[in-house]
């Protein structure tokens, strides 16, 4: 029933910015916390940013102070801006429900690299 899908990515270059989204339907999103997470080429997916319904966030310290998590309720759309980026910053960037979805959406590929 949730659908969950990421947009936004693509190659920038160290120090560059980019703003990725994501777009759910079939729950009640204004209700729910939302997350970002992030899955580097043989690693393991792990979380990097939420927001809860009350627009509190909360972030891992990898990411903190250089990327930023909003959300717009009447579009049922959550953001990512993200800055100053690094090439470790570099895998596929998802995003779902808090507690998660038993399901992923494809996510969005973000390469930071000159």
């Known amino acids: 029933q949730v659908q969950l899908v990421e947009s936004g990515g693509g190659l920038v270059q160290p120090g560059g910015s980019l703003r990725l989204s994501c777009t759910v339907s079939?729950?009640?999103?204004?209700?729910?916390?939302m997350g970002w997470y992030r899955q580097a080429p043989g690693k393991q997916r792990e979380f990097i940013a939420r927001?809860?319904?009350?627009?509190?966030?909360y972030y891992d310290n990898s990411v903190k102070g250089r990327f930023t998590i909003s959300r717009d309720n009447a579009k049922n759309t959550v953001y990512l801006q993200m800055n100053s980026l690094r090439p470790v910053d570099t895998a596929v960037y998802y995003c779902?429900?808090?507690?998660?979805?038993?399901?992923w959406g494809q996510g969005t590929q973000v390469t930071v690299s000159s």
């Open positions: 779902n429900l808090i507690p998660n979805a038993n399901y």
């Open positions: 079939g729950s009640r999103f204004s209700e729910q916390s």
């Open positions: 927001i809860t319904n009350g627009a509190y966030t």
